[in-house]
């Protein structure tokens, strides 16, 4: 039985994940219709049952990549996994308003520069509140508020303590996810429904697949252009991370 | 349709080759901005060869079927992300991360206020729809 099941679901991954995550999207569609009268995005409940599903694989194996920790599942994670993740978003790109871009560009270049200083000051000051003193834990800790590959680049660059680092990864991933589950609720109070707006989120929010995430449950019109600025969040973190950044940390707090 | 298909991953190859390129040169150990770069060049793939007239239907089918599939695969990537690892880091890693992102989306509501006004289908507060000439005539085609 076990044999059967291995060599239908276990060998043929990717096309099984196709299967669940088709039927995934039926019954997240149906609950938007049905339960929530089409007032929540069926992408977005997609999403929000997805990071549940994602914890119970983590729990129930303890690994860290979610539900593709689980042999059925395995193919969850070439399907959801960062090649064709990209390749996907990248299609994305191909009817996108090309004036709109042009016009829009000042905008998404700002909204990088603030949105890796932003949550770099404001992670670090939690860090301080939460009792860091030394100017490399705080550095790292406030990377960590970048992305979930900043926080580790720059602490490793730095030297931080392993836990330190640990902590500034924890914190990047809990970013990614609560962006993902925030972004459609607070859609409208800030105004993110033009194409300059998704760009301005795309830059300030950085996480690649939280941006993409969050786009996608809010309106999958914007996602080519929030997940353009995003993609320029990390490298510019991990430029500025170990050097600008921990400077004026470290002037700071010596 | 796989020569859509393959405008895409030759699209992506070179943005992702310029993007670690660009890290090399900056010296950091990340990508930078290898999906921009990669979307840049799908888009200027698009318009010449549009210009050029080879572009058809069964093409633009190759790239948009994996637009279209773009939903499916985040739902996917939302079930393979370290969850346990981010609700168990304790009150630091929650504080951090929300405050981090509160701090980001008061920006976006005030940076998005500036930008030009897009040129398609507007709504206003009231939910109904603005249609400037350009985008009356888009509706019309």
Known sequence: MNDLMDSVFVDHGLITAFALVGLLMIVSNLAADKLFAGRIHGSAIAIVVGLILAYAGGVASGGEDGIADIALFSGMGLLGGSMLRDFAIVATAFEVNVAEVRRSGLIGVIALGLGVVLPFVAGAACAVAFGYTDAVSITTIGAGALTYIVGPVTGTALGADSTVIALSVATGVMKSVSVMVITPLVAGPIGLRTPASAMAFGGLMGTTSGVAAGLAATDPKLVPYGAMTATFHTGLGCLLGPSVLFLAVRAIFG | ?141
């Open chain 2, 1 to 141: 349709m796989i020569y859509g298909v393959a405008l895409l991953a030759v699209s992506m190859l070179i943005g992702i080759l310029v993007g670690e390129v660009l890290g090399i040169v900056i010296g950091v150990s990340a990508n930078v901005g290898g999906v921009g770069i990669a979307m840049v060049f799908l888009i200027g793939g698009r318009v010449l060869l549009e210009r050029a007239g080879l572009m058809d239907e069964k093409m633009r089918f190759g790239v948009l079927f994996w637009a279209g599939i773009y939903i499916p695969i985040v739902v996917a990537m939302a079930a393979t992300q370290n969850v346990v690892a981010a609700v168990t880091g304790g009150p630091l890693v929650i504080v951090t991360a929300l405050v981090s992102i509160l701090v980001s989306f008061a920006t976006v509501a005030v940076l998005g206020r500036m930008a030009p006004e897009p040129q398609g289908i507007l709504r206003d507060d009231d939910g109904a729809e603005i249609l400037d000439d350009r985008s009356r005539k888009e509706g019309a085609r």
